[in-house]
């Protein structure tokens, strides 16, 4: 009798234990470059990603930036139209949605924009007034998610940074996290691709700032004692996986828009393959990760 009851209360402890690791256990969609419009039927096939996104068993979405097409150049009233779309838009998910800051949504730096810096809703205004802060974090079922502004302003051009100020609340807000607590972050121009060495544009001699965090170095040190076992990213229009030294993994997650937005095709002559409009859907077992690409079938309707 004493060995059945043994046995029983063992066989409750093991159940009891995998009911509570299937709980942990998530999927979420990373979801990144909708460059939103509403030409070339971008509006449309954004409704069909939503669609697809609500049929997966995903807990929220995250985005990686370039949301919409696009406010840099200005215009006040055709901006808002953008931003007010995309929000009502997003409406349509049946889960959570965190927001990511692409260079897309810069409002009016560019020289030729009608507004300038005295505007209230210059650079990251008309974001953070519709959807927020540029940068936050959240946690959900044992791993502490980052939201990061990888974009700043020189010169009327945008580059690839993480500015001071957003550093210091960075290192503040790890200091709050346990050093074995998984970490995943997310931002829009990445910390680390090979996108130039496949398809260089020219010799490098020194990182593109609009292409991959000049301060690359900065943020990734913030991390050194922690367990960032993720980094999330947009930008190239592209599927990439990195695993760097079996400890973190640079994922850039293709694109809703497809390259060039909106217009891509399967050959364009030029030695680039251009993968399909879709979305990540990452899986999440403890601390292991695994994805999958989800093309929304959308074929594009403009090539120019």
Same mark, same amino acid.
């Given at each position: 009798?004493?060995?059945?009851?043994?046995?029983?209360?063992?066989?409750?402890?093991?159940?009891?234990?995998?009911?509570?690791?299937?709980?942990?256990?998530?999927?979420?969609?990373?979801?990144?470059?909708?460059?939103?419009?509403?030409?070339?039927?971008?509006?449309?096939?954004?409704?069909?990603?939503?669609?697809?996104?609500?049929?997966?068993?995903?807990?929220?979405?995250?985005?990686?930036?370039?949301?919409?097409?696009?406010?840099?150049?200005?215009?006040?009233?055709?901006?808002?139209?953008?931003?007010?779309?995309?929000?009502?838009?997003?409406?349509?998910?049946?889960?959570?949605?965190?927001?990511?800051?692409?260079?897309?949504?810069?409002?009016?730096?560019?020289?030729?924009?009608?507004?300038?810096?005295?505007?209230?809703?210059?650079?990251?205004?008309?974001?953070?007034?519709?959807?927020?802060?540029?940068?936050?974090?959240?946690?959900?079922?044992?791993?502490?998610?980052?939201?990061?502004?990888?974009?700043?302003?020189?010169?009327?051009?945008?580059?690839?940074? %993480?500015?001071? @100020?957003?550093? /210091? !609340?960075?290192?503040? &807000?790890?200091?709050?996290?346990?050093?074995? +607590?998984?970490?995943?972050?997310?931002?829009?121009?990445?910390?680390?691709?090979?996108?130039?060495?496949?398809?260089?544009?020219?010799?490098?001699?020194?990182?593109?700032?609009?292409?991959?965090?000049?301060?690359?170095?900065?943020?990734?040190?913030?991390?050194?004692?922690?367990?960032?076992?993720?980094?999330?990213?947009?930008?190239?229009?592209?599927?990439?996986?990195?695993?760097?030294?079996?400890?973190?993994?640079?994922?850039?997650?293709?694109?809703?828009?497809?390259?060039?937005?909106?217009?891509?095709?399967?050959?364009?002559?030029?030695?680039?393959?251009?993968?399909?409009?879709?979305?990540?859907?990452?899986? %999440?077992?403890? @601390?292991?990760? /695994? !994805?999958?690409?989800? &093309?929304?079938?959308?074929?594009?309707?403009? +090539?120019?």
């Amino acid at each position: 009798m004493r060995n059945l009851i043994f046995i029983l209360l063992v066989f409750t402890a093991l159940t009891q234990t995998l009911a509570q690791s299937n709980d942990a256990d998530f999927s979420f969609i990373f979801m990144t470059d909708i460059h939103y419009q509403t030409k070339r039927g971008a509006n449309e096939a954004f409704q069909i990603a939503i669609d697809s996104a609500n049929q997966t068993n995903a807990d929220f979405v995250l985005t990686g930036g370039d949301l919409v097409y696009d406010v840099l150049r200005g215009n006040f009233k055709k901006s808002e139209e953008l931003f007010i779309g995309y929000k009502e838009a997003v409406k349509g998910f049946n889960m959570p949605v965190y927001h990511c800051i692409g260079n897309h949504e810069l409002f009016a730096i560019y020289e030729e924009s009608p507004e300038d810096s005295t505007h209230p809703d210059y650079k990251y205004g008309m974001f953070e007034r519709h959807l927020g802060k540029t940068y936050y974090s959240f946690d959900h079922k044992g791993w502490h998610f980052i939201v990061l502004n990888s974009i700043d302003v020189v010169g009327k051009k945008y580059i690839g940074m %993480v500015h001071k @100020e957003q550093l /210091d !609340w960075l290192r503040q &807000d790890l200091a709050k996290v346990d050093k074995k +607590t998984p970490i995943a972050i997310a931002m829009h121009i990445p910390l680390v691709s090979t996108y130039r060495e496949i398809y260089p544009k020219k010799p490098i001699t020194e990182v593109p700032n609009n292409i991959w965090i000049y301060n690359r170095k900065e943020v990734l040190d913030a991390f050194k004692d922690h367990n960032l076992k993720l980094a999330l990213q947009g930008h190239m229009h592209w599927i990439e996986d990195l695993n760097i030294q079996d400890r973190t993994r640079f994922i850039t997650g293709g694109s809703i828009a497809g390259r060039p937005s909106w217009r891509r095709v399967d050959d364009r002559g030029d030695g680039i393959y251009y993968n399909e409009e879709g979305f990540m859907l990452i899986n %999440v077992k403890g @601390e292991e990760i /695994d !994805w999958e690409y989800i &093309d929304i079938g959308w074929e594009a309707r403009a +090539t120019k």
